[in-house]
């Protein structure tokens, strides 16, 4: 939902750092790895109790996220570099929940298996729908220029951001944080559903 607004804030800065990048021959592949590797650090720290270095690196790993495409729009984008970019941002929203499930797994399991759960069937729906609105010659620039037909929802990065943020800054609020926003991303599924069906009938 937030979406379209923090990219018009911060694509500006996101470019100027990308052409550096660019120049300096840095590919929009390697910032994608990266952002995965700062993901995974963030989830580890925030099993071992240290939420705030979690946090720091959740924020600089979604910075590579948001410089990986800036880079891409400068150097040429690739089907590759596509699919990279979305198969490991879905791997980022996983490890974060599982960090905070590993930390505290008695109040945190069920919780973040929920969270878990809508983030998957969202996913699927997100997909699925990418797939569809392809092979029926659709094209949307809602969220920039993407490698995929992106649907815009009521949970989106922005939001989800958000919420690890929150969740960093208040862990003992965890579950609480997951079932809500467990019921927000599905609201999104739900209403992707239903668009599809509209769509594609």
């Known amino acids: 939902m937030l ?10 800065g ?18 994608t790895y990266v952002g995965l590797a700062l993901g995974l650090a963030a989830a580890a720290a925030i099993a071992l109790g240290a939420f705030w270095i979690g946090l720091v690196l959740i924020l600089v790993s979604r910075l590579c996220d948001g410089l990986d495409g800036a880079v891409a729009r400068l150097d040429g984008k690739t089907d590759l570099g596509g699919y990279l970019d979305i198969v490991l941002d879905f791997a980022f929203y996983g490890v974060v929940p599982l960090g905070f499930i590993l930390f505290d797994p008695a109040q945190n399991a069920i919780a973040g298996a ?3 759960l809508a983030f998957y069937v969202n996913g699927a729906s997100f997909l699925a729908y990418a797939v569809m609105a392809e092979k029926r010659g659709l094209t ?8 995929l037909f992106f649907t815009t929802g009521l949970a989106e990065a922005s939001e989800t951001l958000a919420v690890f943020v ?3 800054l208040a862990p003992q609020w965890f579950a609480v944080l997951a079932y809500l926003f467990a019921a927000v991303t599905l609201y999104t599924t739900v209403s992707r559903i239903v668009l599809a069906a509209k769509q594609f009938s």
Do not use: T, Y
């Open 3 to 12: 979406d379209g607004w923090a990219r018009a804030k911060i694509d500006p």
């Open 140 to 147: 949307s620039e809602a969220r920039g220029e993407k490698s």
């Open 166 to 168: 929150l969740m960093c």
């Open 14 to 31: 996101l470019a100027a750092i990308a052409g550096r990048l660019a120049a300096a021959g840095v590919g929009a592949n390697a910032i």
């Open 114 to 116: 929920v969270l878990l």
